[in-house]
């Protein structure tokens, strides 16, 4: 299973979220990058990303 948190942004449109991965046996949020499903914004966050179903 996969586990994101959903994060509101105020630069985004109030219909879309951020999705940060977080870790799978662990509340923490995931620091590193291990695949192309995944960016890093510009604060760090590691974040699911949306290109891959364009």
Do not use: C, W
């Not at 942004?9 to 870790?23: A, E, H, K, R």
């Not at 760090?44 to 990303?49: A, D, E």
């Amino acid at each position: 299973m996969v586990n994101l948190l959903m994060l509101r942004d105020d630069l985004n449109p109030p219909q879309q979220y951020l999705l940060q991965v977080i870790n799978k046996y662990t509340p923490e949020a995931v620091t590193s990058i291990d695949n192309d499903l995944h960016v890093r914004k510009d604060s760090g966050q590691v974040l699911y990303s949306s290109e891959t179903f364009r």
